[in-house]
C-alpha cells in the first residue's frame, strides 16, 4: 500500500462541476485501490455538492492537514483556502476564483517537493481567477513559472495527441508569434513527450499549416513556405519524423490523422476543435515539465453546474493517464541509466561493466 502513486487532485472553481465530478468518481472507493488521492479544497464545498448526488454513495473524506499524511485505501483532503465559502453553482464568482487558486497553491508546493507524484487539476474560471495573487491566463501558464520550463500543451486519447505550438493568444497574433525557432522546438518537444511520456519509440508527427489550403502556393499566405516547412525539414534531417504541412481540414476530415502519433496544431481551436469532436473524454496533459499534470478536457461547465449531470468520464481518464506518464517516466529514466544492462537482461543475461571486452572499457 505504501507503494502506490499519491496523486494530487485540485477542486477547481467551485461554482463550476469540478466537485461534481471529483465526487462522482470516488464514490466507489475501490479506486484508491490503485492510487492515493489527496484532493486539496473545501469540506464545505464538497459537501454542498455532495447533497445534491443522492445516487453516488457519499465519500468519507480523510483530512488531513498534509500531503505526506494521507493514508492508503482513503480518500484524502487537504483542506485549503477562506475557511467560509458561498457555494454558487452556475454562477461566476470572485470567491470560486480565490477558493480555485488556494487549490492550487497548496497543490503546487506539495508536488515540488515531491509529496505528490502528479497533480491533476479540475476546471477554472480563467476570469475569476485573475487577481494579485494569481496574474495567468491558465493552468498551463502557471504552472510554466511555478516550475521554471517551457511547457507543451497536449491533448490526448485513445485516438490522437495533439500539441499546440501557441496556446492562450488571440488568433489575430498567432501568426506574429510563429518562427521556424518555436516551431522546430515544439516538434522537438512533442517527440521527446511521445519517447518519455508515451513509450513510443519512433514517433510520427503531423504538422498542421497554418493558412487555409496550406497557403495554396503563396496566394493564401507565405507562413507555410517561409517558416513552417523550413522548420520540418530541419527536424527531420535532424532525425526526427516531423511531416507536412497539412492543411487541417482535409487532414482531420480524411481520417489521416490515424496515420500519426501525434499532432502539432498551429493554435488552439485548430488543434482543440477536431480534437474534441472527433474523442470525448480526452485529457489535457502539460507535457515538457519536470512535473505530471494533467486535467480533463472541458472547462467549469456553469450552465450544468449543481444539476448532478456533469460526466466525469474526462476526469477519471485524466487521473489514469497521470499514473500512467509517471510510470512510464520512471520506466524511461530508469531504461537510460543503463540501456545496454535492460538490454542484456532482456536477452536472459545480467551484464557489468566488467564483463564487456578490455577495448570497450578502456576509456
Known amino acids: 500500500m505504501s507503494n502506490k502513486l499519491k496523486i494530487g487532485i485540485t477542486q477547481g472553481d467551485t461554482n463550476g462541476v469540478g466537485w461534481e465530478i471529483i465526487l462522482k468518481i470516488f464514490s466507489d472507493i475501490r479506486l484508491t485501490e490503485l492510487f492515493t488521492p489527496v484532493v486539496y479544497g473545501s469540506s464545505t464545498a464538497a459537501a454542498f455538492y455532495q447533497r445534491g448526488l443522492k445516487e453516488y454513495e457519499p465519500v468519507r473524506f480523510n483530512i488531513v492537514d498534509s500531503a505526506e499524511r494521507a493514508q492508503a485505501g482513503k480518500v484524502n483532503m487537504v483542506e485549503c483556502g477562506p475557511k467560509e465559502i458561498y457555494v454558487s453553482a452556475g454562477k461566476p464568482s470572485k470567491d470560486g476564483g480565490v477558493a480555485a487558486a488556494a487549490a492550487l497553491h497548496a497543490a503546487i508546493t506539495d508536488l515540488k517537493e515531491g509529496v505528490i507524484d502528479a497533480l491533476v487539476t479540475a476546471p477554472i474560471d480563467k476570469e475569476m481567477i485573475q487577481s494579485a495573487e494569481f496574474p495567468f491566463t491558465g493552468h498551463t501558464e502557471f504552472l510554466a513559472k511555478e516550475l521554471d520550463g517551457e511547457p507543451l500543451m497536449i491533448m490526448t486519447s485513445e485516438l490522437m495527441r495533439v500539441g499546440l505550438a501557441t496556446i492562450h493568444i488571440p488568433v489575430s497574433k498567432v501568426a506574429s508569434a510563429l518562427s521556424k525557432e518555436l516551431i522546430m522546438q515544439r516538434i522537438e518537444q512533442i517527440n521527446y513527450s511521445m519517447r518519455q511520456d508515451f513509450g513510443i519509440v519512433r514517433p510520427r508527427i503531423a504538422v498542421m499549416a ?17 517558416i513552417i516547412k523550413p522548420a520540418i525539414v ?9 511531416f507536412g504541412p497539412f492543411a487541417a481540414d482535409g487532414f482531420f476530415a480524411s481520417g489521416q490523422y490515424k496515420n500519426y502519433d501525434a499532432i502539432l496544431a498551429m493554435y488552439h481551436d485548430q488543434g482543440l476543435a477536431p480534437f474534441k469532436t472527433l474523442t470525448p473524454n480526452g485529457v489535457n496533459f502539460t507535457a515538457s515539465l519536470c512535473e505530471v499534470r494533467t486535467s480533463p478536457d472541458h472547462g467549469v461547465a456553469y450552465d450544468i453546474a449543481g444539476k448532478g449531470v456533469a460526466n466525469e468520464e474526462s476526469m477519471r481518464n485524466a487521473i489514469y493517464e497521470a499514473i500512467d506518464i509517471v510510470r512510464r517516466r520512471r520506466e524511461w529514466e530508469e531504461w537510460n541509466e543503463n540501456p545496454l544492462q535492460h538490454f542484456e537482461r532482456e536477452k536472459g543475461r545480467d551484464i557489468s561493466i566488467k564483463d564487456l571486452p578490455e577495448t570497450e572499457h578502456n576509456d
Open 210 to 226: 497554418l493558412n487555409p489550403h496550406a497557403g495554396d502556393g503563396g496566394l493564401l499566405g507565405g507562413e507555410e513556405s517561409e
Open 234 to 242: 530541419e527536424s527531420y534531417e535532424k532525425g526526427i519524423l516531423a
